[in-house]
């Protein structure tokens, strides 16, 4: 028998109907759009950039005017992968026999790219083989250029764009924004999953992206809607779902996106048609108990402070005050100085995040599973 289509995504976008609200945000982004605004979207990990990027895009999708290129950067380590990286998602974006592919492919050719083809997807992959840093700046700003002068409004989203501070070249940021900044009908989208570097990169006042763009923070997705969008779904697959189960998927997984994805994923995969509150609380064992290898690994990257200083930080769910003495107290962790490394070392291995999006600040542990599991330890 085939297998059922399981609706809740944990990877990939598959159009509006599997995507949940973030509607005044992919208004805010349009609207940068329409008004030549580049827009920064900032978020902790796990909470829906990536989709949201592509939602935005669908938008545009029936849009002749307009063309949208997504480019992930995580993997490239230097100026040289990157302009590869570009140029292949450009050589990709627009094939030959449509619309200005073929003035695009001729542009990139004359380039002089070596093409290959990707062994596992069997998609085209572009090299360039050029000396000096300077030549590979100019394949940018050729490739930019190009697209920009093609009478189409061009929005361009580079995700995991923290990636550039790793670059050997550090004059990245310059040289990009140099010639970003000379685009007339380019718009960009920048993304990337680690904070503190996007703050970095962004905010601050020394470096060469400094006030140039919009900042969006995405927060995590309103519980109500959520919970409709969770009920609609099952609905639509012909199961039955009360709110109480809702309430509590929606609690254990924080309403922290993937999260939430993921455990409905798991839920609607047991073929369940009329769930009951108990099959959502053996669902949520379940998921923890498949993910105890995980967690176990977890603690092997931490020394024994770390990983009773993040036991609290999850008994605690949210910790407002990390240095109070009932705090220090009730978990017995030393002195304040001591909590304060930890917690320097736990948001460096993005095992905690600091949500300042909030009146009240406060840490929290990022995996969700992992902190249901270290609350019934
Ligand atoms: N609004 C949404 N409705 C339903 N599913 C969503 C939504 N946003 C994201 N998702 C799903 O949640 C998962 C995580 O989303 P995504 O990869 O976009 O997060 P991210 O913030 O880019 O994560 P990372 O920080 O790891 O890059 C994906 O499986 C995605 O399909
Ligand atoms: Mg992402």
Not at 46 to 65: I, W
Not at 84 to 92: E, G, K, M, R, S
Not at 143 to 166: C, R, T
Not at 226 to 235: D, G, H, L, P, Q
Request: hydrophobic share 35%.
């Amino acid at each position: 028998m085939e297998k059922e289509f399981n609706p809740f995504l944990v990877s990939g976008y598959r159009g509006a109907k599997y995507f949940c609200d973030r509607e005044s945000e992919t208004a805010v982004i349009k609207k940068n759009i329409n008004n030549n605004i580049n827009t920064t979207l900032f978020a902790i990990r796990r909470t829906g950039k990536t989709g949201l990027l592509h939602h935005v895009f669908e938008t545009y999708a029936k849009n002749t005017k307009v063309a949208c290129v997504y480019v992930d950067i995580l993997s490239s380590v230097n100026l040289k992968e990157f302009t590869n990286q570009l140029a292949t998602v450009i050589y990709n974006r627009f094939p030959e026999n449509q619309g200005i592919g073929k003035k695009v492919i001729q542009a990139i050719k004359l380039l002089r790219p070596l093409i290959s083809f990707d062994t596992l997807s069997g998609s085209p992959e572009l090299s360039f083989e050029l000396g000096e840093t300077k030549q590979y700046e100019k394949t940018i700003q050729q490739l930019f250029s190009f697209l920009d002068s093609q009478n189409k409004k061009i929005i361009f989203a580079i995700d995991e764009f923290q990636q550039i501070l790793e670059y050997p070249e550090k004059n990245t940021e310059a040289i990009l924004r140099t010639h970003i900044q000379t685009l007339k009908n380019t718009n960009f989208i920048f993304c990337g999953s680690n904070q503190k570097m996007m703050h970095e990169i962004f905010n601050s006042a020394k470096r060469p992206f400094y006030a140039s763009c919009s900042n969006l923070h995405l927060d995590f997705i309103n519980p109500d809607k959520y919970a409709e969008f969770i009920w609609r779904i099952f609905a639509e697959h012909k199961r039955k779902i009360n709110k109480q189960s809702i309430d509590l998927i929606i609690n254990f997984t924080s309403c922290h996106t993937f999260y939430t994805q993921y455990f409905c994923n798991y839920l609607f995969a047991s073929g369940i048609k009329n769930i009951e509150l108990t099959d959502v609380q053996k669902t949520a064992i379940e998921i923890l108990q498949l993910n105890e290898s995980t967690f176990f690994q977890y603690r092997n990257l931490l020394t024994n402070a770390q990983w009773q200083l993040l036991h609290a930080i999850s008994k605690e769910e949210k910790l407002y005050k990390a240095h109070s003495n009932s705090f220090l107290s009730k978990y017995r962790l030393g002195t304040s100085s001591m909590v304060s490394r930890g917690i320097e070392a736990l948001l460096e291995k993005e095992m905690i995040f600091y949500n300042t999006s909030v009146g009240n600040s406060y840490y929290e542990t990022y995996d969700k599973f992992l902190m249901r599991w270290m609350q019934h330890k």
